[in-house]
């Protein structure tokens, strides 16, 4: 089912509400919606909520041989997954430019960014390392699909625990329940942050929209996605910034 366009009507309305200093949801340009966190009994498992926007992250873990050229690592995926009851035009199993661009949102703030300490993965050196696995669903898109994504994937890893395990001296490795031993949590040297502008030109005019809605989105000009990555330190967190994704930004409508 191809998505339904947005109607002149609405188009006007939105464009017009911007020219006039207001969003149609009744925020301010640089006000996000509301935020939700809800963890699920199991580790790893975390729903976000941002407006409407629903996204489901749910992380698990395997011993796995590492990579050859890295054998002191674990290993991490990420799969995104978009729901059919997400948007009347998503279908299940099937790819698409959405699922590609999440993909790599998530890939660049989460693999890239090597802000997991993946040494701290490794089991017994050249033989068995942890590898973390991050499956992603859209369970509602109602707009700024990669801040939610991002904030769920995070949480999801920090909220996790893998079992301890015991190697034994011929080699073998054994996983021990949650029963036999306290788990152990993920340690993460960088907490990515996505945030998401969206950019209106109208009457030479350029109105910068901080984490957009779906009609939003569709109607806007441009798009500009920043990362920061906090690091904890003694006294404090310190952060560094870049730019994640840019589509055509005038330089006159970038944030300072």
């Not at 909220?159 to 031993?181: A, W």
């Amino acid at each position: 089912m191809k998505e339904v366009p947005l109607s002149t009507c609405e188009k006007t309305s939105i464009v017009s509400a911007i020219r006039a200093g207001q969003r149609y949801d009744n925020r301010e340009f640089l006000e996000v919606r509301d935020i939700s966190l809800n963890f699920g009994k199991d580790y790893g498992s975390c729903t976000v909520t941002l407006g409407q926007t629903r996204v489901l992250a749910q992380v698990t873990g395997e011993v796995v041989e590492p990579r050859p050229s890295r054998p002191n690592e674990g290993k991490i995926s990420i799969s995104v997954h978009l729901s059919p009851m997400a948007a009347p035009h998503f279908e299940s199993g099937r790819s698409n430019d959405l699922v590609d661009e999440l993909q790599q949102i998530l890939e660049r703030n989460i693999k890239e960014s090597r802000c997991l300490d993946l040494e701290s993965l490794c089991v017994l050196a050249e033989e068995s390392v942890w590898q973390l696995r991050v499956d992603v669903t859209v369970l509602n898109h109602a707009g700024n699909l990669g801040d939610a994504c991002n904030l769920a994937s995070v949480a999801a890893l920090r909220h996790f625990h893998r079992p301890d395990v015991t190697v034994e001296e011929d080699g073998r490795v054994t996983i021990h329940t949650l029963e036999e031993r306290e788990p152990i949590p993920t340690f993460m040297k960088k907490v990515p942050v996505c945030l998401t502008y969206a950019f209106f030109v109208v009457d030479d005019k350029c109105y910068m929209l901080m984490d957009p809605s779906e009609k939003e989105e569709r109607v806007s000009n441009y798009f500009y996605e920043l990362v920061k990555l906090w690091i904890k330190v003694k006294f404090g967190f310190m952060r560094f910034g870049w730019l994640l994704r840019q589509t055509l930004v005038p330089p006159t409508c970038l944030p300072s």
